[in-house]
């Protein structure tokens, strides 16, 4: 069974970056589709960013494409999304998730229910 851990959030001002990791591990992920997801306190789970094998085709919410970037490192078996010019309303438990490989449109990539792996989550708190 796969799992997944999350690592570089934290906090930064309004305007910073922050680079997320997730390494895969107990099987390679290669063959997944791999996402990101955010969480704010009191709203639901949010798809972010996903890719297919190989970072073939990446997809983005409106709400963060030109400032984020998802991309992986399939040798390292290793998720990342790069986040520049942070706003506020980034802050958010984000989760990185993963799924084998089908075919899915962009509202399927980003979509919760469509990924069985998740990991724990790490946190990024952008202030002003």
């Known amino acids: 069974q796969v799992q997944l851990v999350e690592s570089g959030g934290g906090s930064v001002q309004v305007g910073g970056s922050l680079r997320l990791s997730c390494a895969a591990s107990r099987g390679a992920v290669s063959d997944f589709r791999m996402a990101w997801f955010r969480q704010a306190p009191g709203k639901e789970r949010e798809g972010v960013a996903a890719?297919?094998?190989?970072?073939?085709?990446?997809y983005y919410s409106d709400s963060v494409k030109g400032r984020f970037t998802i991309s992986r490192d399939d040798t390292l078996n290793t998720l990342y999304l790069q986040m520049n010019t942070l706003k506020p309303e980034d802050t958010a438990m984000y989760y990185c998730?993963?799924?084998?490989?089908?075919?899915?449109?962009?509202?399927?990539?980003?979509?919760?229910?469509?990924?069985?792996?998740w990991g724990q989550g790490t946190q990024v708190t952008v202030s002003s």
């Open positions: 998730a993963a799924v084998g490989n089908r075919p899915m449109n962009r509202r399927e990539a980003l979509t919760v229910a469509e990924y069985t792996y």
């Open positions: 890719t297919s094998p190989g970072g073939v085709f990446t």
